[in-house]
């Protein structure tokens, strides 16, 4: 009798488009690769999950809640999505955000305060890349493969 391998392994998180939803991103990384014994791996998934997350916030523009009249909150704010999978030795970084923009490499400057995360992941990753949803904005994920 053929034993059934056990279903690669998911986990995501959805989070407010804030510029702290990097930070709880990087939770989600550390419970997860615990989870699945692979430790040796969140230095660089959480590298690479902050710098996707970080442009996933950029992308969507926050849409942080504004006071109506006293006390009334108007607006919704804006989310992302973040989550990692394993495929096989490697685990995938994932990122939704609602734009429809690409991601794009920059030649960030000395003097620039950002345009440095996605050169980071591209650095740190085996691949990375987006696709476009049919129900809306894009994923931008980034495969690690494990050190051996």
């Not at 999950?49 to 849409?63: F, I, Q």
């Not at 973040?82 to 000395?110: C, F, H, N, Q």
Request: charged share 25%; proline share 7%; aromatic share 6%.
């Amino acid at each position: 009798m053929k034993v059934k391998e056990p279903p690669d392994q998911a986990d995501h998180m959805d989070l407010a488009a804030h510029p702290i939803a990097p930070s709880f991103a990087r939770r989600l990384v550390e419970r997860t690769l615990a989870k699945w014994g692979l430790e040796e791996l969140e230095i660089t998934a959480n590298l690479v999950m902050t710098g996707l997350v970080a442009n996933a916030v950029n992308a969507t523009g926050g849409d942080i809640p504004t006071l109506k009249n006293e006390g009334e909150i108007f607006g919704v704010p804006a989310c992302v999505r973040a989550g990692l999978y394993r495929m096989g030795d490697a685990v995938v970084i994932e990122v939704w955000d609602a734009s429809r923009t690409p991601p794009k490499l920059v030649d960030a400057s000395p003097d620039d305060e950002c345009g440095r995360g996605l050169r980071i992941v591209d650095g740190l990753a085996a691949a990375w890349g987006y696709r476009w949803l049919a129900s809306g904005g894009k994923v931008v994920w980034a495969r690690l493969d494990q050190p051996f």
